[in-house]
């Protein structure tokens, strides 16, 4: 597809992955139209493109963003992910990622946008009954996070029937690392994430906690498949390509395929930090299941995707660098 000239609504292109993503696809040629609320996001995060700052659930907002600038496809990240929040507040949840996911289709309905990329999560398979996970592992969510996402997913052939909306849904394992260039990273907060928590408790910041040491894993704690940012972000413009192309709707799991234990993590953030990263054991948190990787073949396949930050060294390294130089994240710029 010929990307000249073509606008992207990226929703929740302040936050994390969606600023990665309008980085690559400013890169692939699309002009880029950021649409984020700032809840979580950072406008100074929001530098590849055109800023409107709104709702997701303000239908009349995100219809007037689509028409003003002409917009041919969105790519839907703003959502809450926060999974132990999902849990004791699941009405913010289902209003801001169902009712807001659903208003910004309803919206694209009304202005005739027809290709919609969709962040969802291996949230969506809940406990694995096997690994790795394949797109086609049933999909039961243990929390509300997860069960938002997947109450998406399952409107999107309704609106692919009524409205010819297209779409992908890409189920992210673990998304991490940062810009390669140090541009952008992860500044979310608080932070639930491992690496840049791991990362604080080696700039000294609080100590980690270790969710459990007693998982039928090799070293006793939780194997995570970590993904880079970029790699995600290189994965949606080649999703919106292939939608563009062939008209085929689908879901897709982003993840290496490889896992990675907790314990591995921090010895990788040792190792390239060069610092000690204190840690203390803590029980283990419930729904977190032992093992999740995924199996990465049909992006493989189909995208001709494949991640050029595999290992989990270049991951944690484009992190470092990130916090390194930005300690206080987007805050001080
Ligand atoms: N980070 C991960 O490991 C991971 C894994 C799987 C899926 N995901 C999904 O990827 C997406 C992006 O995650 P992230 O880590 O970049 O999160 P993030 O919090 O950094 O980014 C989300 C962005 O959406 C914006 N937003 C939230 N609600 C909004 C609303 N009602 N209106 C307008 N903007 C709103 C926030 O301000 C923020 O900028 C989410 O949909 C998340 O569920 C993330």
């Known amino acids: 597809m010929d990307a000249s000239g073509r606008a992207v609504l990226v929703t929740g292109g302040a936050g994390y992955i969606g600023s990665h993503a309008a980085k690559a696809l400013r890169r692939a040629g699309f002009s880029v139209v950021v649409y984020d609320n700032l809840a979580a996001g950072h406008r100074a995060a929001a530098k590849y493109g055109d800023f409107v700052q709104g709702d997701i659930t303000d239908v009349g907002a995100v219809r007037d963003a689509l028409r003003t600038h002409d917009i041919f ?47 969802s999560t291996c949230a969506t398979y809940g406990e694995p009954i096997e690994t790795p996970i394949t797109e086609s592992h049933p999909q039961n969510p243990i929390n509300s996070y997860g069960e938002t996402k997947l109450a998406v997913e399952r409107a999107l052939p309704h609106f692919e029937r009524a409205y010819s909306i297209k779409s992908i849904a890409l189920r992210y394992f673990n998304a991490a690392g940062a810009d390669p260039d140090g541009e952008i990273g992860e500044d979310h907060s608080p932070e639930i994430h491992l690496i840049p928590r791991a990362i604080d408790a080696a700039m000294g910041g609080p100590g980690l906690l270790v969710f459990g040491d007693d998982y039928p894993t090799p070293d006793g704690t939780c194997l995570r498949d ?108």
Do not use: C
């Not at 809450?80 to 999902?86: A, C, R």
């Open 73 to 119: 496809a969105v790519m839907h990240f703003a959502a809450l992910l926060d999974v132990g929040e999902s849990v004791r507040e699941p009405a913010r949840y289902y209003r801001n990622n169902v009712t807001g996911a659903l208003a910004v289709l309803e919206a694209m309905a009304a202005e005739s946008v027809k290709l919609f990329i969709f962040s």
């Open 226 to 333: 970590y993904v880079h940012v970029t790699d995600l972000a290189d994965a949606h413009v080649r999703a919106l390509d292939a939608l563009a192309d062939t008209g085929r709707s689908g879901a897709y799991n982003l993840g290496t395929g490889h896992p990675h234990s907790v314990r591995e993590v921090i010895e990788a953030v040792a190792r390239v930090t060069g610092r000690e990263v204190p840690w203390s054991l803590a029980p283990r948190r419930p729904g977190d299941p032992a093992v999740l990787y995924a199996a990465p073949v049909k992006a493989h396949a189909e995208l001709h995707w494949t991640p050029r930050f595999g290992e989990l060294g270049a991951i944690v390294g484009t992190a470092w660098n990130w916090h390194r130089t930005h300690p206080q994240g987007y805050r001080e710029e």
